[in-house]
């Protein structure tokens, strides 16, 4: 079995900062992309940053300049920095990962558990 397992939401102020992380644990061959989605009350999950095996990065326009996604190849981690957070970045934050597991043929996409970011006054 493969869990992602995410950390590090919270409520903040606005223009405050935080840090998610999220670790993948089980029997993993190799992992491709990982990526942070959001979804906020009554949305849909949306993309907010994807970043390749191999460091390139992709960002959600509401996002660029704020948020920066980077992995640890070896930890098997990504992590979202988060500054300068408006009230509209409120919503619970979903780590992914494409990764291929040893003795099955395809790979597939796995989520985490989901954490809360908040950001009010």
């Known amino acids: 079995q493969v869990q992602l397992v995410e950390s590090g939401g919270g409520l903040v102020q606005p223009g405050g900062s935080l840090r998610l992380s999220c670790a993948a644990f089980?029997?993993?061959?190799?992992?491709?992309?990982m990526g942070w989605y959001r979804q906020a009350p009554g949305k849909q999950r949306e993309p907010v940053a994807v970043?390749?095996?191999?460091?390139?990065?992709n960002y959600a326009d509401s996002v660029k300049g704020r948020f920066t996604i980077s992995r640890d190849n070896a930890k098997k981690t990504v992590y979202l920095q988060m500054n300068s957070l408006r009230p509209e970045d409120t919503s619970v934050y979903y780590c992914?990962?494409?990764?291929?597991?040893?003795?099955?043929?395809?790979?597939?996409?796995?989520w985490g558990q989901g954490t809360q970011v908040t950001v009010s006054s």
């Open positions: 992914n990962a494409f990764l291929n597991r040893p003795g099955v043929l395809r790979g597939a996409d796995y």
């Open positions: 089980g029997s993993i061959l190799r992992i491709d992309d």
């Open positions: 970043i390749t095996s191999g460091g390139t990065t």
